[in-house]
């Protein structure tokens, strides 16, 4: 007789429990919200409706996020992060691809200040500029070129690499003993032995009575040499002499400005 009533008892709380949920259910949704899954509380106590924490998240491989990486809507997956450990990486997100190691677009040294256009500063530190960097000098002498009278012929040179350079060269005319001297012609030139033309700003000339056997040193203008590839800048000179022998001393000097 007692099992027949336990047996009732328990029909009837389940009857009347499944009433109230249309249609019956095995968890009763009372007290969730939307977006709650069934959460363990451990092992002496029943289960709860409640939201994954983080350390509820199955483990993924080492350097990986979760991400939805395609084009389109979809569920996040494990995703592998690249490591971007190169000079001056940065960690780029691109549509449809995901994380991606950008390329760099600045290098060097010094500073860079942005105020209504770039301008760009060398090095305020008293020491000499890199190579590459505004500000770098290249300078190269060169003693004892023979000349023959009235042909140019190359007193020194230096390689510039790409770039906007201001150049400027000197030439010393050692003269022998008893040479007369009468015209002395020097200039910059991109061209070997070569002269630029006359009115480029990188040529200079002086016609006059010199001493017999006595040295003169002549200058070019500065002048600017703006290459894209390594080119070699050329201090070419000449001498109009007679009687004896001449010999030339060449100096270059370049400064990069870009």
Sequence with gaps: MRKIVCLLITLFVSLSFGATLTPIQLLNPTGSSSG???????????????????????????????????????????FAMP?????????QWTSGAGFTCATPTVTGTGSVVLANQPVINGVTNGSAAAAGQVGQVLTNATAGTSLTT??????????????????????????????TISTLVQGVSTTSATFPAVNSGAYSQIIAS???????????????????????????AQAAFGVSTMTVSGFIRARRMH
């Design 210 to 236: 010199f001493t017999t056997g006595q040295g003169q040193i002549a200058f070019t203008p500065v002048t600017t040499i703006n290459v894209s590839t390594t080119t070699t800048a050329y201090c070419v």
């Design 83 to 91: 490591s971007c450990s190169g000079t001056l990486n940065s960690l």
């Design 150 to 179: 009235g042909t140019p012929a190359n007193a020194t040179s230096v390689s510039l690499t790409a770039g906007d350079w201001d150049v400027q060269c000197s030439a010393t005319y050692i003269p022998g003993a008893s040479t």
């Design 36 to 78: 709650q899954t069934v959460v363990s509380t451990g092992a002496s106590s029943a289960p709860a409706w409640g939201g994954i924490g983080v350390n509820g998240i199955a483990s993924i491989a080492a350097n990986t996020v979760l991400a939805n990486a395609t084009g389109s809507s979809a569920g996040p997956t494990a």
